[in-house]
């Protein structure tokens, strides 16, 4: 079962980047699919981003794309989310999340190990 640990959230300005981290222990890194997923306050979890087992492949939400870059490094079991242009509405907890590698999508639900997220807070 892998464990996974996220990093880099913080308080930046609108327009700003901040680079989000997750660490992966105890489990084969490279045989998880690897998502992100936010939660605004009062808001269900939404999908931000995935990626494949073996990083050929990833998928955005509508509206982050062009602005967000989700990925991984399997010889150092991490995953990362580049975001910049942010904007207010971006601020949320970020959680990491893994799936089984055969499994390619935004479902939550079908993200069976999860981190305990990290605040990113967007000023205006």
């Known amino acids: 079962q892998v464990q996974l640990v996220e990093s880099g959230g913080g308080l930046v300005q609108a327009g700003g980047s901040l680079r989000l981290s997750c660490a992966a222990s105890?489990?084969?890194?490279?045989?998880?699919?690897m998502g992100w997923f936010r939660q605004a306050p009062g808001k269900e979890r939404e999908f931000v981003a995935t990626?494949?087992?073996?990083?050929?492949?990833?998928l955005y939400a509508a509206s982050v794309k062009g602005r967000f870059t989700i990925s991984r490094d399997n010889a150092k079991n991490t995953v990362h989310l580049q975001m910049s242009s942010l904007a207010p509405a971006a601020t949320a907890v970020y959680y990491c999340?893994?799936?089984?590698?055969?499994?390619?999508?935004?479902?939550?639900?079908?993200?069976?190990?999860w981190g305990q997220g990290t605040q990113v807070t967007v000023s205006s």
């Open positions: 990626i494949s087992w073996s990083g050929g492949s990833t």
């Open positions: 105890g489990g084969t890194f490279s045989s998880y699919t």
């Open positions: 999340a893994a799936a089984d590698g055969f499994y390619w999508g935004s479902t939550y639900r079908n993200y069976h190990y």
